[in-house]
């Protein structure tokens, strides 16, 4: 079992920076890959980015959407309790709920929300022009 709690959302303008955090809670230790996600009201939920978190120390790999390549990075603390969501750059159209999720799974180059299990409640983030 896994549970995942956001946190770090918040209003920023046009340009601004934002880091979101992940806090993973789990009951083993096998592979675990966990993303990133965004839902906007009226439309599906997209990924955002994710990353592998297990004791695979030859797998390290993460992805991302083209739409936040160069401006969002995914990353975890040395513990791997914590994922985290560096956004620079930050656009309007960044504005969105943000969703941790995880699998127990390596991570696939496409992040889509039905590979994942597990589920956060969410955080907002709104960018303003």
């Known amino acids: 079992q896994v549970s995942l709690v956001e946190s770090g959302g918040g209003s920023v303008q046009s340009g601004g920076s934002l880091r979101l955090s992940c806090t993973v809670s789990?009951?083993?230790?096998?592979?675990?890959?966990v993303g990133w996600f965004r839902q906007v009201p009226g439309k599906e939920r997209e990924g955002v980015a994710s990353m592998y978190t297990g004791g695979a120390t030859w797998y390290a790999s993460t992805y991302y959407d083209e739409s936040v390549k160069g401006r969002f990075t995914i990353s975890q603390d040395n513990s791997k309790t914590t994922v985290y969501l560096q956004m620079n750059n930050l656009k309007p159209d960044d504005t969105a709920t943000y969703y941790c999720a995880a699998t127990v799974s390596y991570c696939k180059w496409s992040i889509l929300p039905r590979d994942f299990e597990f589920w956060g409640q969410g955080t907002q983030v709104t960018v303003s022009s």
């Open positions: 789990r009951d083993s230790d096998s592979d675990h890959c």
